[in-house]
């Protein structure tokens, strides 16, 4: 299909074009069709060729007028008049085509009707000629139809797909400044003791927010990329807390260039820091595993807390963080994830189940 669509595209372009080749197949169309049951050719050419201009009046009268100015407008009853004189106008056309050029060319030596009997004998425009003008109008009128019905579903698709994109980068942009913060004042503190691990840090940052705020700008990202973004960010934590935090960090990718939605677990990962290591004085466990196969993601973060209540500062329970990854999942990953949360007087785990194959489809179509 997309092979064609620059073709299409150059078609849809040219109007007028369009609208003759559109006339030709439907008078080839019924040429077809009505030769098939053994009527003379030549006959059917000219009997077409002679109904031609009255329906080419009332389609366009109808569709470049009446719909537009009559129909759009709520003018129903000017509509009905209209339409009524349209179609009698035509008919009456017709059958004037028919007795004075299409009887002579055939050598049909027939005495013509008077104008004034072709305009007010009603029943052969009514059964004889109606319904051959009328059918390329009431043809026309479906395809506008149809095409307007289409176009507005086109575009209501478009303001769609718009407003998920405004929503995603407004739950992106709440992550920015809640990690940027809680990093700046691991730097603040460690400049303050002159520590030797300012360098590695601000090293680390730097290719942390260059990778936030420039590739993160894509739909979707190669995992190994999010892989290396939650590796940066991990290394900034453990120059903070050192040897006193107990931390692992496993992953596994059967296909590296397997790519996903950016910037969906990092918030997993920095509650763990958050909600976990920050507020145990003791030895604080993080136990972080990550394993894609087969397009299939399954991401899990457990960390210890103390077992005092511990006031939830950053609202990460009820609103940036987990309704923040919520909202980008349910976004990025409609019915195609499972996220779920189990929390102890001791511990934290977040388990996510994402199907990745999916989405990607989703975005290649």
Same mark, same amino acid.
């Given at each position: 299909?997309?092979?064609?669509? !620059? &073709? ?25 069709? +009505? ?9 059917? $050419?000219? %009997? ?14 109808? @569709?470049?007028?009446?719909? !537009? ?11 009905? @008049? ?24 055939? %050598? ?47 575009? &209501? ?5 718009? /407003? ?17 913060? %809680? ?26 927010? =260059?990778? *936030? ?5 894509? =739909?979707?990202? !190669? ?8 590796q940066n960010y991990i290394d900034l934590e453990l120059l903070r807390y050192g040897d006193r935090l107990a931390l692992s960090f496993a992953h596994e990718v059967d296909e590296p260039n397997t790519?996903? +939605?950016?910037? $969906?677990?990092?918030? *997993? $990962?920095?509650?763990?820091? /958050?909600?976990?290591?920050?507020? =145990? ?10 394993? $894609?196969? /087969? ?11 103390? /077992? ?33 949360? %189990? ?23």
């Amino acid at each position: 299909m997309n092979r064609f669509q !620059p &073709y299409i595209q150059w078609l849809l372009e040219r109007r007028v074009l369009l609208h003759v080749l559109a006339w030709l197949g439907f008078v080839l169309g019924w040429l077809i069709y +009505a030769s098939l049951w053994g009527n003379n050719f030549y006959e059917l $050419v000219v %009997n077409k060729l002679c109904y031609l201009p009255p329906q080419i009046i009332a389609t366009y009268l109808l @569709l470049y007028y009446q719909l !537009p100015q009559q129909i759009y407008k709520g003018k129903y009853v000017a509509f009905v @008049l209209l339409l009524v004189a349209n179609m009698y106008f035509n008919t009456a056309l017709a059958r004037w085509i028919k007795i004075y050029v299409y009887e002579p060319i055939m %050598n049909q030596n027939l005495a013509p009707d008077s104008i004034w009997s072709i305009l007010t004998e009603v029943y052969p425009l009514l059964g004889q000629y109606l319904l051959w003008v009328a059918i390329p109008p009431a043809l026309a009128v479906i395809l506008k139809l149809l095409k307007t019905h289409f176009s507005e579903m086109g575009r &209501y698709e478009q303001l769609q797909k718009e /407003k998920a994109t405004a929503e995603l980068n407004f739950l992106q942009a709440q992550l920015h400044p809640h990690f940027l913060f %809680n990093t700046l004042n691991n730097l603040y503190t460690l400049s303050l003791q002159k520590s030797a691990m300012t360098p590695t840090l601000v090293w680390k940052l730097s290719e942390i927010v =260059d990778y *936030m705020f420039e590739e993160c700008k894509a =739909d979707q990202v !190669p995992i190994q990329k999010e892989i290396q973004l939650l590796q940066n960010y991990i290394d900034l934590e453990l120059l903070r807390y050192g040897d006193r935090l107990a931390l692992s960090f496993a992953h596994e990718v059967d296909e590296p260039n397997t790519f996903m +939605a950016p910037l $969906v677990l990092l918030s *997993m $990962v920095e509650n763990a820091f /958050k909600h976990g290591a920050s507020g =145990d004085m003791g030895k604080p466990i993080i136990d972080i595993s990550l394993r $894609v196969q /087969k397009g299939h993601l399954y991401f899990r973060v457990f960390n210890s807390k103390v /077992k005092s209540v511990q006031v939830d500062e950053t609202a990460y329970k009820k609103g940036i963080g987990v309704a923040n990854i919520k909202r980008q999942l349910g976004l990025r990953y409609p019915g195609s994830y499972q996220l779920q949360i %189990n929390e102890e007087a001791t511990s934290y785990e977040v388990i996510l189940d994402l199907h990745l194959q999916t989405q990607a489809m989703e975005l290649i179509s």
